[in-house]
């Protein structure tokens, strides 16, 4: 149900560490229900998407099936990586080749930073929810897009905002309200 995806999502970006349990038989897809299993697509997978692969892993319910990245050699890596754990996934160079796919509930986004709005706009569009590494976009008219989207097509979006809380980003709020780098515009 719509609940207990929302708060699958908002609990899986905290969920960050090895994956644990081996690989376990599954309904098949002609019978399958989000509501049994819910099953993700991770793009970007040089870096921190491994770490979304691994959080979810970790998931009751929760198995990442495909992985998506335009490098041959990291998506070649990370599947023998992953079938070492007895995780079979599929892999895949363009993120399209995945939404066309019914059997995929959520696609995770954590690939370069200027692909982040577009990505997690179209996943939306094929009906899929998303979770998208920050920044969601780089500017405001992007982020209303997926706002537009999300709501649209009537799916769950989740971002990632740790740090914003940092030390750094409070000072440099401090400098922007103290007027430290002149009037801001954006």
């Known amino acids: 149900d719509l609940l207990s995806r929302r708060r699958f999502l908002s609990s899986s970006s905290a969920a960050l560490a090895a994956l644990g349990a081996p690989a376990v038989a599954w309904p098949s897809l002609s019978r399958r229900s989000p509501n049994e ?3 993700v697509a991770v793009v970007g997978v040089r870096g921190r998407g491994m770490a979304h692969v691994n959080g979810f892993g970790r998931l009751a319910n929760v198995r990442v099936v495909a ?3 335009v490098d041959s050699e990291v998506l070649g890596r990370r599947k023998k990586e992953l079938g070492e754990r007895g ?4 892999t895949h160079a363009d993120l399209r080749e995945v ?4 059997d995929i509930d959520i696609v995770s986004i954590a ?6 709005a577009l990505q997690a706009i179209w996943s939306c569009q ?3 929810d998303v979770y998208v590494e920050k920044p969601v976009s780089h500017d405001p008219w992007e982020g209303a897009r ?6 649209k097509y009537g799916r769950i979006v989740q971002t990632g905002t740790q740090c914003r809380s940092s030390r750094g980003l409070q000072e440099a709020i401090r ?12």
């Open 37 to 39: 299993e819910l099953r």
């Open 146 to 151: 997926l706002v537009e989207a999300a709501r």
């Open 87 to 90: 995780v079979e996934v599929t």
């Open 175 to 186: 400098w922007v309200q103290e007027g430290k780098i002149g009037r801001a515009h954006v």
């Open 99 to 102: 939404l066309e796919r019914d």
């Open 126 to 128: 094929a009906g899929k």
């Open 111 to 116: 690939s370069p930073n200027h692909w982040h």
């Open 67 to 69: 992985l998506v990245d």
